[in-house]
């Protein structure tokens, strides 16, 4: 039996439900929702530690709207960086494992390969300003944290902040409006939040510490991303391809937003499925898949 007590702040999210799903049958596990822990009250944290004494924390908070980010800078670097940096520095004061989470978008999406762990990266909105900030809080305060960069995040538990995963969206809007346009230029590897929980344990199990790319294998466009969940799904609307355009005032999105990992290979971390695989258990699991479509209207709109 283990004696791991896992903290998984951000509970109820996307990711941080399917940690706790997965660890709650054999380890000790708290999963807070943010009404409960907000990581930015530091008092309400040092409270938890206290009750919980956590020997791993994973950071699956975060405020990650990324056009909602370009407005409110304060908060973004209140959460996804200063309070990285007390969590970081309460973990090693402890001798806790700490573990957190950051994103592709910690690159400008200009090279012509996938990004590595080696990469430069090159934030390009504040959303991914301060997630980059928030790696290096918790290297800074925790040098043997463990952060785990990853994309294109769905899961069973949708982003309540963003009205749904975009798997979600997209059938939905599909359902509405029947035809709609998906930018085709801007490059990721959609990931199973499931996927990404199992990879994350066994990756803390393997002892691993520094920065670790974790996503589902492959890589596709929006674009490709939608018409695999239409195909999957059962719902028969032509998705247009378009190019990435930004109006004044929006987040900068990377093109290529792809991650290969260097670390996983060296340290033997198996990779995770084929995101087209993991597309399709998802929408089985959710009951979206081909046995449940229903007609389309025709209509024209856009995303993003
Ligand atoms: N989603 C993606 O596509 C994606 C891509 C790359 C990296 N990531 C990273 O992966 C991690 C997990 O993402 P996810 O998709 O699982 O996110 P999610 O479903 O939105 O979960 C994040 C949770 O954090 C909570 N939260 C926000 N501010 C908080 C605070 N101050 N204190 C405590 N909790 C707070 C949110 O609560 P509310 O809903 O109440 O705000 C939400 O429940 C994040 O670090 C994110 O930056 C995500």
Redesign the pocket.
């Known amino acids: 039996m283990s004696i791991e007590r896992f903290l998984i702040?951000?509970?109820?999210?996307?990711?941080?439900s399917d940690l706790e799903a997965q660890l709650r049958p054999h380890t000790d596990v708290l999963a807070p929702?943010?009404s409960t822990?907000?990581?930015?009250d530091d008092s309400a944290v040092e409270s938890v530690f206290s009750a919980v004494r956590p020997t791993v924390v994973v950071n699956?908070?975060?405020?990650?709207n990324v056009e909602v980010c370009e407005r409110e800078e304060d908060r973004a670097f209140a959460?996804n960086a200063r309070?990285v940096a007390r969590l970081a520095r309460r973990c090693a004061d402890g001798r806790v494992t700490f573990v957190h989470?950051?994103?592709?978008?910690v690159f400008d999406g200009t090279a012509s390969d996938p990004y590595t762990e080696d990469s430069v990266a090159a934030p390009r909105s504040i959303y991914a300003m301060s997630?980059l900030a928030g790696e290096r809080a918790a290297f800074a305060y925790a040098p043997g944290a463990l952060v785990i960069r990853?994309?294109?995040?769905y899961?069973l538990h949708g982003?309540?902040?963003?009205g749904g995963n975009f798997v979600v969206r997209m059938i939905n809007r599909a359902n509405a409006q029947g035809s709609f346009r998906v930018v085709a230029d801007q490059l990721l590897t959609p990931t199973f939040?499931a996927d990404l929980a199992s990879g994350i344990l066994n990756a803390v199990a393997e002892g691993v510490t520094g920065t670790l790319h974790l996503t589902n294998s492959g890589a596709t466009s929006w674009h490709g991303f939608t018409e695999a969940i239409m195909a999957f799904a059962g719902v028969d609307v032509p998705v247009e391809p378009v190019q990435t355009t930004r109006s004044p005032g929006t987040a900068d999105r990377p093109l290529n937003g792809v991650l290969r990992s260097v670390v996983a290979e060296r340290v033997g971390l198996a990779p995770l499925r084929s995101w087209r695989e993991a597309l399709a258990e998802y929408l089985n699991r959710a009951g979206l898949n081909a046995a449940n479509k229903v007609p389309m209207p025709a209509a024209v709109s856009s995303y993003p």
């Open positions: 702040t951000g509970g109820g999210g996307q990711l941080a929702s943010r822990l907000d990581i930015t699956c908070a975060a405020f990650h959460v309070a989470l950051s994103t592709n978008y997630k990853t994309a294109g995040l899961g982003s309540a902040s963003k939040t």
